[in-house]
């Protein structure tokens, strides 16, 4: 399966911004999603993630409350909503996929196969 991302941008601190993933090539109910981030030298790290069939979502603790992640599975898109941002929010974001059981979740990068290039985000204080 292949991912774009888009969406990125350069905003202020308590702004927003919606990311979208679209996936091509393959059934996108398929696929467990998930978002991740990678600031300058720092790993990537999971920011969330929602099953096959939306039911299920999960979240980075520092992210509870502000990003909300959702799929759209007509338009094979997955999106993640985020509300005030902080400058520690600054990252590259990275769609994944992989496939799964319909109501698994998926947090650990390394059981993600399927990246998308990424989306720069820049937070500014």
């Known amino acids: 399966v292949d991912l774009v991302e888009s969406g990125g941008g350069v905003v202020r601190a308590g702004g927003s911004l919606r990311l979208s993933c679209v996936a091509s090539?393959?059934?996108?109910?398929?696929?467990?999603m998930g978002w991740f981030r990678q600031a300058p030298g720092k790993e990537r790290e999971f920011v969330a993630t929602?099953?096959?069939?939306?039911?299920?979502?999960d979240y980075l603790q520092s992210v509870k409350g502000r990003f909300t992640i959702s799929r759209d599975n007509d338009r094979s898109t997955v999106y993640l909503q985020m509300d005030n941002l902080k400058p520690e929010d600054t990252a590259v974001y990275f769609c994944?996929?992989?496939?799964?059981?319909?109501?698994?979740?998926?947090?650990?990068?390394?059981?993600?196969?399927?990246w998308g290039r990424g989306t720069q985000v820049t937070i500014s204080s």
């Open positions: 090539g393959d059934t996108f109910t398929r696929y467990i």
């Open positions: 994944a996929a992989e496939p799964g059981l319909l109501t698994n979740l998926r947090t650990d990068p390394a059981e993600y196969k399927n």
């Open positions: 929602i099953s096959r069939g939306a039911l299920k979502t």
